[in-house]
């Protein structure tokens, strides 16, 4: 029996057509993707995107993440990071420790450092101008992706400037692009229930259009499997969309899946695997001015990382030494998690796909000991 696009892709046929024809999908077509319980078409229509993208091509790049506190105001319901009674004990890093742990990796030729942390109101303008000075005076080159929106927001508020001021302040310190995060989900209600101590959509939107302005490179997220509903993500995702219209300034994005585990929605089961493939799949697909989709290993697993690769992302993140917002234990509550250059490369290849080490910017990196795949890989288009 012929495996026709009829067969494959049932009653999401015309979803599929305008995938084959470039045309951007509605709204309606992006909650379709979320309830149909065709997933491998859902998969199928994204690799197709992918694949018209990047081939086989699969990036990922080597880096450090330092969350510098602990320490915050917000209280946002599905965070398991902050300090609190019963829960993490309070740290704060001086620039001293941060340089620290800068040294610690530096055999491992790292090409970005990506700083985040808690909302500490006693953390003064200057120490952030610090946090980013530190890491260019240590690991010259190195790219700088730090503070999310809201840390902005603090930033400017501790400094009596306007966010504009404090991009540009940030930017000659050193700053070279901020990561996506700080929002979660651009929905009202799902703002007031879970997170309505931080900054709101609008206010979001506004900081990335001054990152914009002031040419300062963004990435974006989605955190999904709480409380939002298939159209809240549509929702978002739509939103996002028309941003990238406006600005062209987001280089990925990234859906990240959402961990109840020490939080205050311990009650709601984590993400399946279905979910976490499926927003991959319908980011890829919803959105068509975004070139890069990433699966964040870290969040969702390794082997569902190497499915992802199948189901639209293009971009498997890095190999991330020290990862302190979703697992915690140890020093500064630290559970060094990483995988090392041929980690990152073994995984790729393993679902047959091309792995290309990047730098923050997408430029291809080329060293010595470049990656090398092992056999030659062509992308496998299932249906002409
Ligand atoms: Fe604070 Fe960020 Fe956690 Fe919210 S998500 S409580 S802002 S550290």
New binding site residues.
Partial sequence: MALTPERIYGDLLDIYRKVDAGERLSYEDGVRLYETPNLTAVGQMANIVRERRHGARTYFVRNQHINYT?I?????K??S??AKKGGPAPYQMSIETVRERLEWHREANLTEIHM????NPRLPYQYYLDLVRVVKETLPGVHVKAF?A?EIVEIARQGKVTVEQALADLIEAGLDSLPG??I?ILSDRVHAEL?G??LNGEEWKNVARAASKLGLKQYATMLYGHIETHEERVHHLVQLRELQDETQNFLTMTPLCFHPEATELEHIAKPTGDTDLRNIAVSRLMLDNFEHIKSFWIMNTVPVTQMALWYGADDADGTVHEYE?TYREGEFGNKSQALTRDNMIKMIEEVHRIPVERDSLYNEIVRDEAVKPSRTLKPIQLIG
């Fill in positions: 602990n915050c105001n917000k209280f946002c599905f965070c990071f902050y985040v942390g808690g909302i999310t809201v995060g700080g979660e997170f101590k931080k917002i």
